[in-house]
């Protein structure tokens, strides 16, 4: 199972675990769409691995509700060192980040809605905390996707926001996880997966031009 047709529509349910999503070329269509039957989140932690090589502006993590396009969101800036994280349609910009090309980044972010603060968490080091949006939750049909960053509830994709590389070990909590619990996903010890996203039994569909393949061990 490692090759997909382009346009092919694939629904599965599949164990993960040492595998990656490969972007492979700039489009603004292939994507992966990630299925949560949930739709009402006070507080919410999203990590991720990813590899590229883009300067651009590119997409990591887009969580789109019909009431709001950017309801959870990570976002790289073109401009060195700047990742944003929307929560409910509002950002914080993150200054400073060690986001290095061609290397394998582990990524999380949280934000609850209580406090109204997230914090994004790069290659095991917390950000400064930031407030964008308190007082409601992301509620209602949740479309998520990874590739394309949506404009829409699950479309007003664009190329140049596109993400192309690999993605990796994607999960999503509806509550924000301790540091201590953070640290364990970034380094890959034993952590609780995702209880809305889980890497291990994702549910999900390849839309386009994107592969699952395995992740490469590199030999030395
Ligand atoms: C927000 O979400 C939490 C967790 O799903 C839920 O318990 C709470 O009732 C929600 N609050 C509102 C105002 O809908
Ligand atoms: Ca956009």
Redesign the pocket.
């Known amino acids: 199972m490692k090759f997909f047709p382009v346009e092919l529509l694939f629904v599965c349910v599949v164990y993960l675990s040492g595998k990656m999503f490969t972007f492979p070329q700039q489009t603004s269509t292939a994507h992966v769409k990630l299925s949560t039957t949930r739709e009402?989140?006070?507080a919410v932690t999203a990590c991720l691995r990813s590899f590229t090589d883009l300067s651009r502006n590119h997409i990591l993590f887009s969580l789109a509700t019909p009431s709001a396009a950017n309801d959870f969101l990570l976002f790289k800036k073109a401009a060195a060192g700047q990742i944003e994280v929307y929560a409910r349609d509002v950002t914080a910009v993150f200054d400073g980040q060690e986001y290095k090309l061609n290397a394998w980044l582990s990524v999380c972010a949280t934000w609850d809605?209580a406090s109204g603060l997230e914090q994004l968490w790069l290659n095991g080091k917390p950000s400064c905390r930031k407030f964008t949006s308190a007082g409601?939750?992301i509620?209602g049909h949740t479309i998520i996707t990874l590739g394309q960053e949506q404009d829409s509830h699950g479309g007003g994709f664009d190329a140049k926001q596109s993400f192309v590389g690999m993605i990796s070990d994607v999960h999503m909590w509806?509550h924000v996880l301790s540091p201590c619990e953070i640290s364990r996903y970034m380094d890959n010890l034993n952590f609780t997966p995702g209880n809305v996203l889980n890497w291990r039994e994702l549910d999900f569909q390849i839309i386009g031009r994107v592969l699952l393949e395995e992740k490469q061990n590199i030999c030395y």
């Open positions: 009402d989140f006070s809605s409601s939750n509620t509806d």
